[in-house]
């Protein structure tokens, strides 16, 4: 079946329901888990003229994004090392979520991505947008969703 299972997380109660089922598949099928996170790169805006940000500031805001990323993605291990799946962390910047999963899902040489979809409808679909909906169509990999 599957050897190397790719799980992107965000930390959301939903993207922690997938961390559960996609351990539970990868113990059942003998494969091994990264656990993903992307953290996305400070907003431009913030650089603009009229803004209070300085340096300072941006490394500061870079900072506890990667310490938030971590942390997220250590729980993730710590549940994968409890039901004794092998592990492996990428916390990495992409310019949008939905490209560093992709990009990670290639390089980690991943044979399935399994994440969590939100479920959004209507307007605010539209307006967030879906990165499950966006790995779906950029994926050379086959992408399962946990609802």
Request: hydrophobic share 45%; charged share 25%; with cysteine.
């Amino acid at each position: 079946m599957f050897k190397h299972i790719l799980i992107p997380t965000d930390g959301s109660p939903v993207a922690t329901k997938a961390v559960k089922a996609g351990i539970a598949l990868a113990k059942q099928s003998g494969a091994r888990v990264t656990g993903f996170y992307a953290v996305e790169p400070v907003p431009l805006h913030l650089y603009g003229e009229g803004y209070v940000a300085d340096k300072k500031m941006i490394a500061e805001f870079e900072k506890r994004q990667r310490s938030a990323a971590r942390k997220h993605v250590a729980a993730l291990g710590r549940e994968a090392r409890k039901a004794g799946v092998p592990f492996d962390a990428v916390v990495q910047t992409a310019r949008t979520p939905y490209e560093g999963i992709v990009s990670a899902a290639q390089k980690q040489n991943c044979d399935l991505v399994l994440m969590a979809s939100n479920g959004r409808r209507g307007l605010a679909r539209l307006a967030v947008g879906s990165v499950t909906d966006k790995v779906i169509q950029m994926s050379k990999v086959p992408v399962l969703v946990y609802r």
